[in-house]
């Protein structure tokens, strides 16, 4: 039995970056992770083909945020990459998000301004001040025609529930453009790692102090753990508690099953993403990594992606029901001392990989505050 000072469970973006953080502040940190990997969702390798393929589907880094940009930056040098999205929508393919070329392409307008497109958006939209769900969301930015064709049925494959099920924050972080802007994001810094996530990862936790149990179960070895300061775990908060007779009830996530499928020829389709909002197929999109960083074979693959109920948690699913089972979690969790839940399952909210970065840091910063600064002071005397 050995003793740390620091206990993390699982190593992916919320544990790595607090396992780092600990171990600069010459903290000794254990890693628990149940995969055979690290780098959790974001865990990449190359094919057969010698093509960086993502295992988990597609991660695209993008962030206004400088202090996350400057953070990602100590570990890994980042080429430029603006992600582009299109659907297939009836017979034809468009750019998503909606811009103006979706809505001429789709309904054969000839909008060519940001004021056309205003009028447009203002014409066909179905007004609600304060919606309040997923389809008023949607409704109130871009109307019943467009969202019978790109978002209703697309939201049901990929939560199995129609957006009126959900919390109308899951469609408004959706992005509706005036303009011809095709990029699926409009922030500052947007970029990939040179030579993969999985690198970015192995830089962040190459640390002496840092140890990591790979293939292993932290519930299956708990007892068998020697003392340490505090726990951080990221893991679906559910499954922390899963003994306390007064919590039963489990929460809802979405999980991904992905088919992978070898193409004998240079390129399967246009684009790196294409959706398929439609119900003409099970599937919500095709992804070809070939497109990430112009990656050169003669041949490739694709990965259909499968929402799915049993699996891999990847989504938690915001409702009202789930966030009233949440609080009861929270509750609990609360009343824990230096145990620590971080991280989409562990906090149940929905973190783009930025976010995931900040949360941490911001974690470590608000606990740790004083001790950075003794540090700091120690350096400078």
Not at 90 to 115: A, M, Y
Not at 128 to 135: A, I, R
Not at 308 to 330: F, L, S, T, W
Request: glycine share 4%; hydrophobic share 35%; with cysteine.
């Amino acid at each position: 039995m050995i003793d740390f000072d620091i206990l993390i469970i699982g190593a992916g973006i919320s544990g790595s970056v607090l396992a780092r953080q600990y171990a600069e502040l010459g903290k000794s940190v254990l890693i628990i992770e149940k995969r055979d990997h690290i780098a959790g969702n974001c865990f990449d390798y190359y094919d057969k083909n010698g093509i960086l393929t993502s295992k988990y589907g597609a991660h695209l880094f993008h962030t206004n945020d400088e202090e996350v940009w400057e953070y990602v930056n100590k570990f890994s040098t980042w080429y430029p990459w603006q992600h582009k999205v299109i659907a297939r929508v009836d017979d034809k393919t468009v750019p998503i998000p909606v811009n103006i070329t979706t809505v001429n392409t789709l309904f054969g307008e000839n909008i060519t301004t940001e004021r056309e497109m205003q009028d447009w958006l203002q014409r066909n939209r179905v007004a609600f001040d304060n919606p309040k769900n997923g389809q008023e969301a949607v409704l109130n930015r871009v109307g019943e025609v467009l969202y019978d064709k790109m978002f209703r049925h697309y939201t049901k494959k990929q939560w199995d529930k129609y957006p009126e099920e959900l919390h109308a924050s899951v469609l408004e972080r959706i992005p509706v453009r005036d303009n011809y802007d095709d990029r699926y994001f409009s922030d500052k810094h947007q970029a990939l790692p040179r030579g993969g996530y999985t690198k970015l990862f192995e830089n962040i936790l190459d640390h002496p102090n840092i140890q990591i149990l790979l293939n292993t179960d932290y519930f299956e070895v708990q007892e068998r753990l020697g003392c340490f300061e505090k726990l951080f775990y990221t893991g679906p908060i559910d499954r922390f508690f899963q003994f306390n007779e007064n919590l039963k009830e489990k929460l809802e996530y979405r999980s991904i099953n992905f088919v992978r499928e070898e193409i004998d020829q240079e390129y399967f389709q246009e684009s790196s993403v294409v959706n398929y909002p439609g119900k003409e197929v099970d599937f919500t999109r095709i992804v070809e990594y070939k497109h990430f960083g112009d990656q050169k074979s003669g041949k490739t693959s694709i990965v259909k992606e499968y929402t799915v109920d049993k699996g891999e948690p990847y989504y938690p699913v915001p409702n009202q029901k789930n966030q009233e089972i949440y609080a009861q979690y929270k509750l609990e969790a609360d009343k824990l001392t230096d145990v620590y839940f971080v991280g989409r399952l562990a906090n149940y909210k929905y973190f783009n990989m930025d976010q995931a970065f900040k949360n941490a840091l911001d974690l470590f910063e608000e606990l740790e505050v004083e001790n950075v600064e003794n540090r700091v002071h120690a350096k400078s005397v």
